[in-house]
């Protein structure tokens, strides 16, 4: 298959995604995505005590158009992050499966009207256990999930008829320039491929892009909408999913 063909009339996708519901999204990221009407796609982590109240400022997110999706209840990671506190190497498949349906709970009551959910895996790492008992919990991502995200090799996209909707690729945007951005999409995007931007915080202290340089990839992405289709995560996994499923 021809990967530019399946976008037409389009050349390639971009889809936007922000982790861990920080409050530079909702204050400067939101509004900005508003002005040039461009959906984005939020993963939380429902996993404070007043997760109700916390997450009410999402709910009009999620009315607005974006996508809410699943980040763990409790964003376990290695427990080399924090020095010997309890991470995915002390976890079983099933005590991480039992984390992520907890958030899910959670959040459709948010985001009700949502049918189809997608997944990242915090840090992108995707194994629980050591060892000989090192477990993948793709599988566990892929039965509940349309798609899941990992982080992917810088300058690489996702052809449509190729990847793993369980783990598509998504490139970080860290201290990541306006310009890089744009050479990224454009380029990417010539080949058919998704691409995928993935933040944090905008204008924070860390995990960071700049207010302007995410500016300029808004503007970009509007001046080129007749050739990119840009679209929350879940939009676009839908579009491969029912593809793969009438080829069948």
């Given at each position: 298959?021809?990967?530019?063909?399946?976008?037409?009339?389009?050349?390639?996708?971009?889809?936007?995604?922000?982790?861990?519901?920080?409050?530079?999204?909702?204050?400067?990221?939101?509004?900005?995505?508003?002005?040039?009407?461009?959906?984005g796609s939020f993963y939380l982590v429902p996993n404070m005590d007043n997760w109700p109240e916390a997450l009410e400022p999402w709910i009009e997110v999620g009315r607005a158009g974006h996508e809410i999706a699943?980040?763990?209840?409790?964003?376990?990671?290695?427990?080399?992050?924090?020095?010997?506190?309890?991470?995915?190497?002390?976890?079983?498949?099933?005590?991480?499966?039992?984390?992520?349906?907890?958030?899910?709970?959670?959040?459709?009551?948010?985001?009700?009207?949502?049918?189809?959910?997608?997944?990242?895996?915090?840090?992108?790492?995707?194994?629980?256990?050591?060892?000989?008992?090192?477990?993948?919990?793709?599988?566990?991502?892929?039965?509940?999930?349309?798609?899941?995200?990992?982080?992917?090799?810088?300058?690489?996209?996702?052809?449509?008829?190729?990847?793993?909707?369980?783990?598509?690729?998504?490139?970080?945007?860290?201290?990541?320039?306006?310009?890089?951005?744009?050479?990224?999409?454009?380029?990417?995007?010539?080949?058919?491929?998704?691409?995928?931007?993935?933040?944090?915080?905008?204008?924070?202290?860390?995990?960071?892009?700049?207010?302007?340089?995410?500016?300029?990839?808004?503007?970009?992405?509007?001046?080129?909408?007749?050739?990119?289709?840009?679209?929350?995560?879940?939009?676009?996994?839908?579009?491969?999913?029912?593809?793969?499923?009438?080829?069948?």
């Amino acid at each position: 298959m021809d990967p530019k063909k399946f976008w037409e009339p389009h050349r390639g996708a971009v889809s936007l995604v922000f982790d861990d519901g920080e409050a530079s999204q909702l204050e400067l990221g939101i509004p900005l995505l508003n002005e040039f009407g461009i959906k984005g796609s939020f993963y939380l982590v429902p996993n404070m005590d007043n997760w109700p109240e916390a997450l009410e400022p999402w709910i009009e997110v999620g009315r607005a158009g974006h996508e809410i999706a699943n980040h763990t209840c409790s964003h376990l990671v290695s427990k080399n992050f924090f020095n010997g506190a309890r991470g995915f190497e002390d976890m079983t498949l099933e005590e991480v499966e039992a984390d992520i349906l907890i958030a899910q709970e959670r959040l459709k009551q948010i985001a009700p009207h949502q049918q189809d959910w997608t997944f990242a895996y915090p840090a992108s790492q995707t194994e629980v256990g050591a060892g000989l008992e090192r477990r993948s919990y793709v599988p566990v991502v892929a039965k509940h999930f349309l798609a899941g995200r990992i982080r992917g090799e810088y300058g690489f996209g996702n052809y449509p008829h190729l990847i793993d909707l369980a783990a598509v690729w998504t490139t970080a945007t860290v201290r990541m320039s306006g310009f890089d951005m744009i050479g990224l999409a454009e380029e990417l995007t010539a080949h058919g491929q998704w691409v995928i931007f993935g933040f944090h915080e905008i204008n924070g202290a860390r995990l960071t892009v700049g207010a302007h340089d995410f500016r300029m990839l808004l503007e970009y992405l509007h001046r080129r909408s007749d050739a990119i289709w840009t679209a929350p995560l879940v939009e676009v996994a839908r579009k491969i999913a029912e593809f793969r499923r009438a080829r069948r």
